[in-house]
């Protein structure tokens, strides 16, 4: 998995776009509560922000689970766990901000890893690989056909031989009203990550 600054560029603005295409209605909503104020955000706010699909898939203990659920912040992410650079460096520091919190605000933090290589992460996989950030982390897999509808419903193109992400290989932190309201960039820092979920999680 690669990016480039030209990508990064437009990540924001397709993601837009993607979520129409899906036919997710974008209305005129006011912003979050902590987005209205003056605080500082390290991520990239989404304006407005856009409000996004529950899917049903697979976790790494072999269950259905929800892609989203009534947390106060969200952090969901594509990869796939064969990812040599991107993905190890996105979940690294999504397990620092996590285990930087406070109780009280970490308890409303939930951590969703997507992945785009159904044939080889299989549960087992995912529960190994997210084992070693943080055993609370959520791995999500199931057949081609259902993430196939996940991958569009985000904005997220998979390039089925090398596993590529266009515009999607990005941290997206979604609100308790499920709305996409900030994007980060693999590389982001932890302490930006903790700084961010510690006002969001409210």
Known sequence: MTSSSARWLVLAIAFGFCVVAAGIAIRNVERP?????????AGTPIVPPKPVE????????????????????????????HCPDECPLAMGSLAHAYR????????????????????????????????????????LTGSPKQLQRVWKSYGVQVDEATKEIGHGDAIYAIDANRRAILIY???VPATDLASDAAKLAI
Do not use: C, Q, W
């Open 185 to 187: 960039t693999p590389d």
């Open 33 to 41: 509560r902590a987005l209205a104020s003056d605080a500082h955000f």
């Open 100 to 139: 930087s919190l406070a109780p009280d605000a970490r308890a409303k933090m939930r951590v969703v890893f997507v992945t785009v290589d159904p044939k080889r992460d299989s549960p087992a996989v995912l529960r190994r690989y997210l084992t070693g950030f943080d055993p609370s982390f959520v791995g």
């Open 54 to 81: 529950d899917f049903v898939l697979t976790d790494a203990t072999g269950r259905a689970n929800h892609l989203l659920e009534h947390a106060s912040i969200e952090f969901l992410f594509f990869g796939y766990t």
